[in-house]
T-cell receptor
């Protein structure tokens, strides 16, 4: 099993550009979520999904969209990149409540 | 108000020593509790779940006190490879997904 796969690993965007961070898992996990990690702030929840077709906002959702058309995929879309979105983004999946999440290796995004 | 509070450290500990971390959480409806480990520039990795009855995995022991909303981690016979940031994490009590503490940085010295 590959686990949770995130692409790309690194990305540089210009302010105002849009892009999609990809996340796929092959463990048939129902729960998936996106986090950003900033120095001094720790990891914060952006959006999460409890199954295909179901998504909801986390702590810091502004500027990001998600969709969950399949169990395997949970892409994160940046609508109009801003320098404040420079961060490391992690995708994670979990088999259910009471279990931990397994994380992907992250995407390092810089917005200039 | 931060929902999960941890001492950021760093904790500088000699190899072979025992070290203890703790954290507190504010959401009494939280349902699941974990310790994660994160190495520099890597993703968080699940170290262990935490239960009220206490649980042990080799050199690691974790404990949850729901009444005090307090979580602890004990590392015995510490190794150089234990050097990392340890993240206290809770799940549930509203939105799904995880709520992280900012982490405790541990440095094991030879």
């Amino acid at each position: 099993n590959a686990g949770v796969t995130q692409t790309p690993k690194f990305q540089v965007l210009k302010t105002g550009q849009s892009m999609t961070l990809q996340c796929a898992q092959d463990m048939n996990h129902e729960y998936m979520s996106w986090y950003r990690q900033d120095p001094g702030m720790g990891l914060r929840l952006i959006h999460y999904s409890v199954g295909a077709g179901i998504t909801d906002q986390g702590e810091v959702p502004n500027g990001y969209n998600v969709s969950r058309s399949t169990t395997e995929d949970f892409p994160l879309r940046l609508l109009s990149a801003a320098p404040s979105q420079t961060s490391v983004y992690f995708c994670a999946s979990s088999p259910g409540v009471g279990y931990g999440y397994t994380f992907g290796s992250g995407t390092r995004l810089t917005v200039v | 108000r931060k929902e999960v509070e941890q001492d950021p450290g760093p904790f500088n500990v000699p190899e072979g020593a025992t070290v203890a971390f703790n954290c507190t959480y504010s959401n009494s409806a939280s349902q699941s509790f974990f310790w994660y480990r994160q190495d520099c520039r890597k993703e968080p990795k699940l170290l262990m779940s935490v239960y009220s009855s206490g649980n042990e995995d080799g050199r690691f022991t974790a404990q949850l006190n729901r009444a005090s909303q307090y979580i602890s981690l004990l590392i015995r016979d510490s190794k150089l490879s234990d050097s990392a940031t340890y993240l206290c994490v809770v799940r549930g009590g509203g939105a799904d997904g995880l709520t992280f503490g900012k982490g405790t940085h541990l440095i094991i010295q030879p």
